[in-house]
């Protein structure tokens, strides 16, 4: 099956997708989205404030609570000419939430544009926090894959690196918008539910939720949780290969608290996930309970979902057995939270383990992300494609959404 799955022909994921179905902007109300309802094979739309009625009293929903960070700065030099560091992962400190917390100085991964000008000077500009005046500067290190090393000082005891950044950093609304970020981006690029600092692009099917939305699941017996997933660049990052065995995934941090779990557990490990970023965190969580079968007192950094992982596995394990196996882990390491990191591709020959129904945006052409969402209809996205294209629906970030049942 493995050879089958990465032999897959990303020429067979394009569809035709003009500049104006791109949704510039979001609608003035979140929840007047329209919603394209997928049921085992049939195709009908609605709105999205209608969600709720088409879910079962009892089911649980999970959600993705990361929050969208100020990533990208900019730096003018001497000359004139304009840098910008766009920060991609924490570096040192590694952790995200120690990071932020940062006075004086931390470093981050970076991606640089207009790199050839950027020639290894150190970077300088004055920024405005809390009424204090301070110097923030950039020195550039070592080129790491796609990205660099960047160290950053701002030489202040009282102000942290979150401070820094949302007083100087600008937020990274996705490349395909063709405009600069705006003011309004502030709020309607960000879910009305995040929480957690460390993404650089919304997970964009939760940006549909608003109060009424999760009041209405709340009456209707939808129950709720919520999980981590920091959002990389790599999102973005276009299948260049012919074949997907040569496209290299993005790794991207998650966690999930440990009564999350024990609430998978009580609903038989199944779940509707919201958006693609909840259903690579979930369907990380079984194979992170088959690294834990193999290897019970794994450390943190033990805990990475590669790649090609789920296809090449032989352990069998139930869902039940794997969400265990993470209790258990806790439970003896007296931690409250699962942190660990995860690679996982899913494309067509992939078999879903917790998710059972799907909420997500239109995605792009050629994409991993319509890879995951093949993978989950059973071949049958060009279906729903086709009918979005033919009903008008707005794609992609700030565009339309659908639930998936299949």
């Excluded at 009305?192 to 600092?197: G, I, Q």
């Amino acid at each position: 099956m493995i050879t089958e799955t990465k032999h897959i022909q990303i020429s067979d994921f394009a569809y035709p997708l003009a500049d104006e179905r791109i949704a510039k902007y979001p609608l003035p109300i979140r929840d007047e989205s329209k919603l394209l309802v997928y049921r085992q094979g049939r195709v009908s739309h609605d709105t999205f404030n209608h969600l709720p009625q088409y879910l079962q009293p009892g089911e649980l929903m999970i959600f993705n609570n990361t929050k969208v960070i100020q990533a990208r700065l900019h730096f003018h030099k001497d000359t004139g000419a304009l840098i910008e560091v766009f920060c991609l992962e924490p570096a040192k400190p590694h952790d995200y939430a120690l990071n932020f917390q940062q006075t004086k100085s931390c470093s981050w991964l970076c991606m640089i544009g207009n790199l050839k000008k950027w020639k290894g000077e150190v970077l300088r500009r004055i920024i405005e926090v809390r009424g204090r005046k301070l110097q923030l500067t950039a020195t550039r290190g070592e080129c790491r894959g796609t990205s660099h090393w960047v160290d950053f000082d701002w030489a202040d005891n009282e102000v942290t690196f979150a401070e820094v950044l949302e007083a100087a950093g600008e937020l990274p609304i996705p490349p395909y918008l063709n405009r600069p970020t705006e003011a309004s981006d502030n709020t309607t690029y960000q879910t009305v539910y995040s929480k957690v600092k460390g993404s650089v692009a919304a997970p964009t099917a939760g940006l549909h939720f608003t109060p009424r939305v999760l009041q209405a699941l709340d009456d209707n017996g939808i129950e709720r949780e919520e999980l981590t997933l920091h959002v990389g660049a790599g999102t973005f990052k276009p299948v260049k290969s012919e074949q997907i065995e040569g496209h290299e995934m993005h790794t991207e941090y998650i966690s999930v608290m440990k009564s999350t779990i024990s609430r998978l557990m009580i609903h038989q490990g199944k779940a509707i996930a919201v958006g693609t970023t909840s259903v690579r965190t979930l369907e990380s969580l079984y194979y992170i309970g088959v690294l834990l079968h193999g290897n019970p007192n794994a450390n943190q950094t033990d805990l990475h979902v590669p790649q090609w992982m789920p296809y090449e596995t032989t352990t069998q394990l139930t869902v039940l057995q794997a969400l265990q196996n993470i209790l258990d882990y806790l439970e003896r390491n007296q931690m409250e939270t699962l942190h660990a990191s995860t690679q996982i591709i899913i494309a067509p020959g992939y078999t879903y383990k917790i998710v059972e129904k799907m909420v997500t945006n239109f995605h792009q052409p050629q994409s991993t992300l319509l890879l995951l969402v093949s993978a989950f209809v059973n071949g049958n996205w060009r279906t729903i494609y086709n009918y979005a294209l033919a009903n008008d629906f707005r794609f992609l970030s700030y565009g339309d959404s659908s639930l998936l049942i299949p």
